[in-house]
């Protein structure tokens, strides 16, 4: 049998692919599980995160990877209000919290997974297949997958990045890739954590500390804002996954240290404030920032606990140092396949951004973290599989 499409990978993006696809033409979905959507009933705390509230501008905007703008075609018309909308049309009310994050209101990614399944022809989904080669012919794809081998007009590969492959996502979509000729970038960790020596052998003694702050990498210029979190091996925290694949690029060239702020004020003029008075530095610390960082602050600097009105200049100069670039050196980020989000995927460059189609090999897809756009934590990448699924489905309907 000639298929239509075969969509390769049940995930958000494949899924979408196959609601675009149904009562239209005739696919199939391949799924290498026994299951579809193992690794999105995970998501958010098995409660998922599905979208955000950021307009298409903001959305891009937030974005680390610099060809950004290639997702305006696809979110301009399926952003996310339109996603919230799409689902809302299917049942499931989503609810808005911290004023940013969209989760389903049942509280319950199976929701999310039984919303996209609605309308599907469940026969079309052949589970445990894993498909092992794709190969080209003049006017149609032939796929081989460990039970079969298939014939299509079209293929959409939606088989994720290299995040978590207990649930799937084994990197599948370079393999293919790389047998057809398409240009990739490996993958690499994304939204993850940063280790650091220090904090285990130094014994900083912060862990459970959070604060909300700005984190300046080595020497740059540009500082990073948001909350970074200390844990027992280093930093965490929704900044910290931000800047992560920055920091893990970083560290394939140099070292990297981490300079986060303790607190907002200007330590030299607060000190010189209370030249008069019997304060103690341990206590004008505390007024700056935590009890806790206070303490590691003077512990780390060696100063005695005095009265402020005995310090030297030079002591006020090294403790406005620690607490407005207190130092972290980073020794590695989390691996990829522990990573929330990987960074890498078929370049941009080889696809058309008005489809998501193959520029070299028409008919052929990539969608989803299969492609090198990804986002931070907060609704982003369940977005962008959506929006890339609904983009190339569309665009194959289209033609017929």
């Known amino acids: 049998m000639l298929y239509d499409c075969i969509v390769i990978g049940g995930g958000p993006a494949g899924l979408m692919a196959c609601n675009q696809l149904e009562k239209h033409l005739n696919y199939i979905l391949l799924e290498k599980n026994d299951k579809v959507g193992k690794k ?5 705390g098995k409660r998922c995160n599905i979208t955000n509230n950021l307009s298409v501008k903001d959305f891009i905007e937030s974005l680390n990877v610099s060809h950004k703008k290639f997702l305006y075609p696809a979110l301009t018309q399926f952003g996310p209000k339109d996603v919230i909308q799409f689902f809302n049309s299917r049942g499931l009310e989503l609810e808005l919290e911290q004023n940013f994050k969209f989760f389903p209101k049942t509280g319950k990614s199976s929701s999310v997974l039984e919303a996209l399944l609605k309308g599907m022809d469940e026969k079309r989904i052949h589970y445990n297949e894993p498909v092992r080669k794709i190969f080209k012919q003049e006017t149609s794809f032939l796929i081989e997958t460990d039970k079969e081998t298939y014939l299509t007009k079209q293929v959409i590969i939606a088989v994720g990045s290299n995040a978590y492959p207990s649930m799937g996502s084994s990197g ?14 490996p993958f690499t960790p994304a939204e993850t954590y940063l280790f650091s020596n220090k904090v285990k052998t130094e014994d900083l003694d912060l862990q459970g500390v959070a604060l909300t702050t700005q984190v300046r990498i080595n020497q740059d210029k540009k500082t990073h804002p948001g909350d970074v979190l200390f844990t027992h091996f280093g930093v965490s925290g929704p900044l910290i996954l931000h800047i992560s694949e920055i920091v893990y690029d970083r560290l394939e060239k140099e070292p990297v ?15 010189n404030q209370k030249r008069t008075t019997k304060d103690m530095v341990l206590s004008v610390l505390e007024s700056m920032t935590s009890k ?12 005695p606990n005095k009265r402020v009105s005995d310090m030297k200049k030079t002591e006020v100069e090294a403790l406005n140092r620690l607490l407005k670039a207190f130092e ?14 990987n960074a890498g995927g078929i370049l941009v460059d080889e696809l058309n951004p008005k489809t998501m189609e193959c520029i070299a090999h028409p008919g052929l897809y990539f969608v989803g973290e299969s492609t090198d756009l990804q986002g931070p934590i907060g609704g982003f990448n369940i977005t962008i599989a ?7 489905a569309n665009h194959i309907v289209s033609k017929g």
Do not use: C, M
């Open 328 to 341: 972290i050196p980073i020794d590695r980020v989390e691996v990829k396949e522990k990573a929330f989000v």
């Open 386 to 392: 959506l929006s890339t699924g609904r983009l190339a």
């Open 172 to 185: 599948d979509a370079l393999l293919f890739a790389k047998h057809l000729g398409v240009l990739y970038k």
């Open 257 to 271: 240290t981490l300079f986060i702020e303790l607190t907002e004020q200007d330590p030299i003029l607060e000190f």
């Open 40 to 44: 999105l009933l995970l998501t958010g």
């Open 292 to 303: 806790r960082l206070a303490k590691k602050v003077l512990d780390v600097s060696g100063i």
